[in-house]
């Protein structure tokens, strides 16, 4: 069965550490896994899409990593800011037919 | 260059009643993507569009259905709506399909009463 399992599903972390969100993923065909930031109540923002061969992606202070042997990512977010606190979203795209097989999400708050 | 345009932003709704939601999407894209996303749950594909034409769609009842015009623009309807329907439905859009980078737009809550 196709699917994206992330964890944990909540985090509490305080502004200005570092944490790392993690995403494992029994998803075939496999196109590409992307992360996506969305914020309360509104649309998801993307922040990085790796394929097979990508093994690190980084976008400003978020790093993405893939492991596409043991079909594990993590998200790496460094110096944390309050505006950091959102969900973030694993994301896996089937290379057959363009589905995208979502994850629940990782609700993370940053407290000053 | 302007994103995803959905309208209307929030809606309120009486059970029984039919919705029509509006998409717009980012000049020059030809897929439109809707989703469903419940309070604390994940985002729930409904359906895809390409050149007007539905690609995929996802496991909701026939009371959801969809189209795309011409300029590539989409509308979702729900008919005969349940308390259940209550959610932030969102559209996204991309240039070929999913397997692109996708952009969403902000989101159209309905709740149903």
């Known amino acids: 069965k196709n699917q994206v399992e992330q964890s944990p599903q909540s985090l509490i972390i305080l502004e200005g550490k570092n944490c790392t969100l993690q995403?494992?993923?029994?998803?075939?065909?496999?196109?590409?896994l992307r992360w996506y930031k969305q914020d309360t109540g509104r649309g998801p923002v993307s922040l990085t899409i790796?394929?097979?061969s990508e093994n690190t992606k980084s976008n400003g202070r978020y790093t993405a990593t893939l492991d596409a042997d043991t079909k594990q990512s993590s998200l790496h977010i460094t110096a944390s800011q309050l505006s950091d606190s959102a969900s973030y979203i694993c994301v896996v795209s089937r290379d057959s037919n363009y589905q995208l097989i979502w994850g629940a999400g990782t609700k993370l708050i940053i407290k000053p | 260059k302007a994103g995803v345009t959905q309208t209307p932003r929030y809606l309120i709704k009486t059970r029984g009643q039919q919705v029509t939601l509006s998409c717009s999407p980012i000049?020059?894209?030809?897929?439109v993507s809707w989703y469903q996303q419940t309070p604390g749950q994940g985002l729930q594909f409904l359906f895809e569009?390409?050149?007007?034409?539905?690609?995929n769609k996802g496991n909701f009842p026939g009371r959801f259905s969809g189209r795309q015009f011409s300029n590539s623009r989409s509308e979702m309807n729900v008919s005969t709506l349940e308390l259940g329907d209550s959610a932030l439905y969102l559209c996204?859009?991309?240039?070929?399909?999913?397997?692109?980078?996708?952009?969403f737009g902000e989101g159209s809550w309905l709740t149903v009463v």
């Open positions: 790796m394929t097979f």
């Open positions: 996204a859009s991309s240039f070929h399909g999913p397997g692109n980078t996708i952009y």
């Open positions: 569009y390409f050149s007007e034409t539905q690609r």
């Open positions: 000049s020059g894209h030809r897929s």
């Open positions: 995403c494992n993923y029994t998803v075939s065909p496999f196109s590409n």
